[in-house]
T-cell receptor, first 115, second 113 residues
Framework: GAVVSQHPSWVICKSGTSVKIECRSLDFQATTMFWYRQFPKQSLMLMATSNEGSKATYEQGVEKDKFLINHASLTLSTLTVTSAHPEDSSFYIC???????????FGPGTRLTVL | GDSVTQMEGPVTLSEEAFLTINCTYTATGYPSLFWYVQYPGEGLQLLLKATKADDKGSNKGFEATYRKETTSFHLEKGSVQVSDSAVYFCALSGAGGAQKLVFGQGTRLTINP
């Protein structure tokens, strides 16, 4: 149980375009979803936390107008990278959590390459 | 604020060697502690966890004991295999609800046959 999927698993886009990444909890209701960014050979950096039906809370230094997060249902959250540039190339990982449980369930990640 | 410090890598061992990856933490209250493993090109998988002092988490031959007195959660395995090659992350979660995780910097482990 507690499976999280991400789509797409990898994407290549041109500079200036927008890219949407979906994160779905397949067998549980994720009241909270988290979005992370991971650079090569580095740890995960939390970008934002979103609760279903509420605006996301962004970590310091993360541009909320560039990284749009929507958590419209208990099973789906999306991250849209707007006007992507090569420096946005990274591995993006989402996770879902449920109230009362101190554990997050991670998706497999999406590798974004911006040309 | 809460923080996690992991043993720096990379770590390279021979197959069947004993493994220890050190992890210490700083947190208020009583956090839950986790070890996650990341295989190349993949997301994170929970390896084991412990939610209170003196708990021992175990999975796939790996073990870690929640030591409050030393604020540690060291990962151990008695005999590693080539398939254990991956990056290992120690993490903590604060009290209450689906709190955000604080990760250590990760330790890259390579096992040679």
């Amino acid at each position: 149980g507690a499976v999280v999927s991400q789509h797409p698993s990898w994407v290549i886009c041109k500079s200036g375009t927008s890219v949407k990444i979906e994160c779905r909890s397949l067998d549980f209701q994720a009241t909270t979803m988290f979005w992370y960014r991971q650079f090569p050979k580095q740890s995960l950096m939390l970008m934002a936390t979103s609760n279903e039906g509420s605006k996301a809370t962004y970590e310091q230094g993360v541009e909320k107008d560039k990284f749009l997060i929507n958590h419209a249902s208990l099973t789906l959250s999306t991250l849209t990278v707007t006007s992507a540039h090569p420096e946005d190339s990274s591995f993006y990982i989402c996770s879902g959590g449920t109230s009362g449980i101190r554990e997050q369930f991670f998706g497999p990640g999406t590798r974004l390459t911006v040309l | 604020g809460d923080s996690v410090t992991q043993m720096e890598g990379p770590v390279t061992l021979s197959e069947e060697a004993f493994l220890t990856i050190n992890c210490t933490y700083t947190a208020t209250g009583y956090p839950s502690l986790f070890w996650y493993v990341q295989y190349p090109g993949e997301g994170l998988q929970l390896l084991l966890k412990a939610t209170k002092a003196d708990d021992k988490g175990s999975n796939k031959g790996f073990e870690a004991t929640y030591r409050k007195e030393t604020t540690s959660f060291h990962l151990e395995k008695g005999s590693v295999q080539v398939s254990d090659s991956a990056v290992y992350f120690c993490a903590l979660s604060g009290a209450g609800g689906a709190q955000k995780l604080v990760f250590g910097q990760g330790t890259r482990l390579t096992i040679n046959p």
